[in-house]
Every structure is written in structure tokens, then in C-alpha cells.
């Protein structure tokens, strides 16, 4: 299974740290956001990635090269213009190939197992979801019976880690495009499934979450 890591936003809220920083190269102990995902995808047997790229896209191709140091072969997709992330993924539709393939955020601070997901071979897609962190004033999704579903009551946060076949994205045209609102259409359609994940995760948006972190 190949998977991608979308690392081409600006991080405004993290200002003025990713003034002079791409988000994904900030660290988070003794590593950055980006190589925890990448040692965390080769020590689940996944090594062929592909990373979009567009705020300083030369530094992360310099600190991060070929891939080779942590175990995987990295394929980089520069975006002149960020495209958002369906649009990130739909240009990267070409390498990543025919079958599902895992993507991830490359701004979420987690120690979620990817090993798990090397089974999964959704129709559409599958989604990790959390409890909706506190500072959401609500979810995204709920999960029925395996499926997930649009939220009601204290919903689930997607956790930006997910597996999603080409096909999910057939209709879609090429250009600037999120993914929140066709994985909403899906949802109500009911052609995505889902999981819910208690463990550790983060959505490093800001710099009172990377305080956190290091507190916690």
C-alpha cells in the first residue's frame, strides 16, 4: 500500500513560527511533525509516499531527500499554488496508483498504529475519527454500525488519517478543491466506513497545542 503525506498549507495560526518554518518541519521533542509520520509509515511496512509540497517546498525536499534515511522512497509534488487538500491528492492520483491508498496530514501529532489500515480496501473511503477536541465547537461525523455518518449531538473529528480509493475522486476536476465537503456528500450517502481511534492525537494548529504536547 502506498500512502501520502499532505503538507502543502502555510499554518497561519502558527505564526510566526511557519513565517520562516514549513508547518510539517516544525518539532514537536527531537523530531518534526513530518518525521514521526514517516518513521511511523516504515515501521509499518509502508514505504513508497508520496508528499505535496508548497510553502517553502525546498526546505522539507532538503531535509527530508529521497526518503532513504528513514526507510521509504518519497515522491515530492510541488504546488505552485496550494491546492487544497482533494486537489493535493487528485495530482498525486498518478503515482499513488490504482489501488486504496492511506493519506495522512502532515500537521497532527499522533501515535496511531498505520499497520492497521494495511487491510482496509474501502469502495470509497475509510476514516480515522477522535473525539472531537475541546476547542472544536463541534464534530464532523458520527460513526453507525461501521459507518460514518453526518454529525449529530457531540460528534466525532475526523483525524485527517484515512484510506480512500482513486475512484472517490472519478468526478472531481483538477484544480483548487478541499476534501471536507465531498467526504460530507459521501456521508450522507453512506459510502464511507470508519473507525474511532482513543489514543494519543493532535491537531497542531497552534502554538498553545505544541505547549501542550510537550507538557503532556
Known amino acids: 500500500m502506498k500512502a501520502m503525506i499532505l503538507a502543502a498549507g502555510r499554518g497561519e495560526r502558527l505564526r510566526p513560527l511557519t513565517d520562516s518554518t514549513a508547518k510539517p518541519l516544525i518539532k514537536v521533542g527531537k523530531h518534526s511533525l513530518i518525521e514521526y509520520h514517516l518513521n511511523a509509515l516504515a515501521k509499518a511496512g509502508i514505504h513508497d509516499i508520496a ?12 531535509a527530508l531527500g529521497d526518503g532513504s534515511h528513514y526507510g521509504v522512497n518519497i515522491h515530492y509534488l ?22 486504496p491508498f492511506i493519506v495522512v496530514s502532515g500537521d497532527i501529532y499522533t501515535d496511531y498504529d498505520f499497520s492497521t489500515l494495511l487491510t ?3 469502495t470509497h473511503a475509510h476514516l480515522v475519527l477522535v473525539d472531537r477536541p ?26 485527517n ?7 472517490f475522486f472519478a468526478n472531481c476536476p483538477p484544480g483548487v478543491l478541499p476534501l471536507g465537503p465531498l467526504l460530507q ?32
Open 161 to 167: 488519517i484515512g484510506v480512500y480509493h482513486p475512484h
Open 134 to 159: 475541546n476547542y472544536l465547537l463541534k464534530g464532523d461525523f458520527n460513526l453507525s454500525d461501521g459507518l460514518v455518518v453526518p454529525r449529530v449531538d457531540d460528534s466525532l473529528t475526523y483525524a
Open 51 to 62: 508528499i505535496n509540497v508548497s510553502h517553502f517546498p525546498e526546505q522539507i525536499q532538503s
Open 185 to 216: 456528500a459521501a456521508a450522507a450517502k453512506q459510502q464511507i466506513t470508519g473507525e474511532h481511534y482513543a489514543g494519543q492525537w493532535w491537531n497542531v494548529g497552534t502554538r498553545e497545542v505544541l505547549e501542550a504536547i510537550e507538557a503532556s
Open 78 to 99: 510541488v504546488e505552485p499554488q496550494a491546492l487544497e487538500t482533494a486537489g493535493g491528492i487528485i495530482n498525486a492520483l498518478p503515482i499513488l496508483g490504482t489501488e
Open 120 to 122: 482496509c480496501k474501502p
